[in-house]
T-cell receptor, first 114, second 117 residues
């Protein structure tokens, strides 16, 4: 099936540093979602974006829905050890009122060193 | 709110046997649930869309006779891996969306680690 391209694939950063990752698609989406997955667990929703150009924050996390509707980025400021995990973007073509399928990105593995 | 429970969390079975995995929406009704498969260090790949009261919709390349899906009620979907083989060993995850939460994303279960020996 289709997957969205995420970059970087992995990153090692020091505690306190800011992190930036992005997600690109060859087709447009109406909704972009960012999830974090810890080992052996299901993904947990971090941020949902519903409108092209939208910039949304959730604590130290900020995400934007690209104007072209084909990309999104996620920033994490002042990283802490518990930010370690795999971050996935996901796109959905239909948004409110429907439960259509998600297409996931390839993932960005984040490791934080003290 | 919007809690999805998946059971069991881990299962080991012998080759040739069948395994059933349950996915329940605990505090909302879900007419649609989704089943994913995830290999180590890989992304989630959608296997099928489970529809309450009707047949599941399978993604290309997923054998429907191998992965039986039953969406028996508005809060329960089951995935049965029939005649399991070692190559079926994987992490299986379900998800659902609470349509009553206008700005909610999809909620995922905690996953089931299947090991076929």
């Amino acid at each position: 099936g289709q997957q969205l391209n995420q970059s970087p694939q992995s990153m090692f950063i020091q505690e306190g540093e800011d992190v930036s990752m992005n997600c690109t698609s060859s087709s447009i989406f109406n909704t972009w979602l960012w999830y974090k997955q810890d080992p052996g667990e299901g993904p947990v929703l971090l941020i949902a974006l519903y409108k092209a150009g939208e910039l949304t924050s959730n604590g130290r996390l900020t995400a934007q829905f690209g104007i072209t509707r084909k990309d999104s980025f996620l920033n994490i400021s002042a990283s802490i050890p518990s930010d370690v995990g795999i971050y996935f973007c996901a796109g959905q073509l239909n948004s409110a009122g429907t439960a259509s399928k998600l297409t996931f990105g390839t993932g960005t593995r984040l490791q934080v060193t003290l | 709110g919007a809690v999805v429970s998946q059971h069991p969390s881990r299962v080991i079975c012998k080759s040739g046997t069948s395994v059933k995995i349950e996915c329940r929406s605990l505090d909302f009704q879900a007419t649609t649930m989704f089943w994913y498969r995830q290999f180590p260090k890989k992304s989630l790949m959608l296997m099928a869309t489970s529809n309450e009261g009707s047949k599941a919709t399978y993604e290309q390349g997923v054998e429907k006779d191998k992965f039986l899906i039953n969406h028996a009620s508005l809060t329960l979907s089951t995935l049965t891996v029939t005649s399991a083989h070692p190559e079926d060993s994987s992490f299986y995850i379900c998800s659902a969306r609470d349509l009553n939460r206008p700005l909610g994303g999809y909620t995922f279960g905690s996953g089931t680690r299947l090991t076929v020996v």
